[in-house]
């Protein structure tokens, strides 16, 4: 082989390689979730979620639960402190759509997370629910005035892995004292997601955010 030849070959690989680095990078999540997060209560406390996933969704409505399936993807804004999650619901009475866009204020260490309904886009805004995740576990408030009296919302984020994730809603109406659990969304990462970086041989789900 020549020296023109080499060079050529050497290229090739190069390109290649370039190649395949830019698609991981562009498709990737964070390494974090490669392993079950114990999180510090900062502006990567989500990151597990970051990419798309299968949801099932188990909910009440006038005491009788419901269950169907839909899809969920979360991609990150701003410098990894905020970001955006589209929801697809599957329901029985058809398809809808909602969106959660979260925000993470490193002065007070806490989450904000607002909610759009589809079926509703222009409708007012609830109240943010905030709070923070303690040992891998997020917990989130919101106090709100539904039919003249207050309802207060909780949200938990719980057994987070690489591969899966709980959420739950529960309303109170005694400020706290008793809780009614009425949406349950369990997580399992779509099979296209899981698959992101095989290819640049990582071994791992994701590319470590600085």
């Not at 060079?7 to 991981?24: K, T, W």
């Not at 923070?132 to 106090?143: A, H, K, L, N, P």
């Not at 809603?169 to 349950?184: E, F, H, M, R, Y």
Request: hydrophobic fraction near 35%; glycine fraction near 10%.
């Amino acid at each position: 082989m020549n020296r023109t030849q080499t060079s050529m070959l050497v290229a090739g690989f190069v390109v290649v390689g370039i190649f395949r680095h830019e698609a991981c990078n562009a498709q990737a999540v964070p390494d974090h979730a490669a392993a079950s997060p114990v999180s510090s209560g900062g502006p990567h406390d989500f990151d597990f979620e970051f990419g798309d996933w299968q949801v099932h969704h188990h909910t009440k409505r006038d005491g009788r639960w419901i269950d169907f399936e839909g899809t969920s993807s979360t991609r990150v804004l701003i410098d990894g402190s905020a970001h955006v999650e589209e929801n697809k619901f599957l329901r029985p009475a058809g398809v809808s759509y909602g969106i959660a866009m979260r925000a993470y204020d490193p002065k007070t260490r806490l989450w904000a997370i607002w909610w759009v309904d589809g079926r509703d886009p222009h409708g007012a805004l609830d109240p943010p629910m905030k709070g923070q995740f303690v040992d891998g576990v997020g917990t989130f408030y919101s106090d709100s005035v539904v039919n003249g009296k207050t309802t207060r919302t909780r949200f938990i984020w719980s057994h987070i892995t690489a591969s899966s994730a709980r959420w739950e809603q529960a309303l109170s109406s005694d400020l706290g004292k008793t809780w009614d659990t009425n949406w349950v969304m369990q997580f399992t990462r779509s099979l296209q997601s899981a698959k992101w970086c095989r290819s640049c041989g990582a071994g791992e789900l994701a590319l470590r955010r600085p």
